[in-house]
């Protein structure tokens, strides 16, 4: 089960960081992603992290401007979003999964086994 906090309302250029906490016995071995989805699209890939040794993924649209980090003791995944755009505008979803298929594809939302609830996030132009 997965629980993403930390959305809200900001002006363009500032930030924000959102959490995901997992209740998993082995937190450490899951791969964990964050997507995002306006009204009527698809859910887009954001970024993710790898179970075992931490590598990270971004999106090209993301990458500079935002952070995923772990911390495997608290079994919570974070999202560090710098210079947000009105574009960064949706919700955001984090998911986990402890497949190869996690570790290998994902970017892929078929990759992943759990999804957490989602967190508005609003900027402002």
């Known amino acids: 089960q997965l629980q993403a906090s930390g959305g809200g309302l900001v002006q363009a250029g500032g930030s924000l960081s959102l959490s995901c906490v997992a209740s998993?016995?082995?937190?450490?071995?899951?791969?964990v992603g964050w997507f995002r989805q306006d009204p009527g699209k698809e859910r887009d890939f954001v970024a993710a992290?790898?179970?075992?040794?931490?590598?990270?993924h971004y999106a090209d649209s993301v990458k500079g401007r935002f952070t995923i980090s772990r911390d495997n003791a608290k079994n919570t995944v974070y999202l560090q979003m710098n210079s947000l755009r009105s574009e960064d505008t949706a919700v955001y979803y984090c998911?986990?999964?402890?497949?190869?298929?996690?570790?290998?594809?994902?970017?892929?939302?078929?990759?992943?086994?759990?999804w957490g609830q989602g967190t508005q996030v609003t900027v402002s132009s």
């Open positions: 998911a986990a999964g402890a497949r190869l298929d996690s570790r290998a594809y994902p970017y892929r939302r078929d990759s992943y086994d759990s």
């Open positions: 998993a016995r082995t937190f450490s071995i899951y791969t």
């Open positions: 992290i790898r179970g075992g040794r931490d590598s990270t």
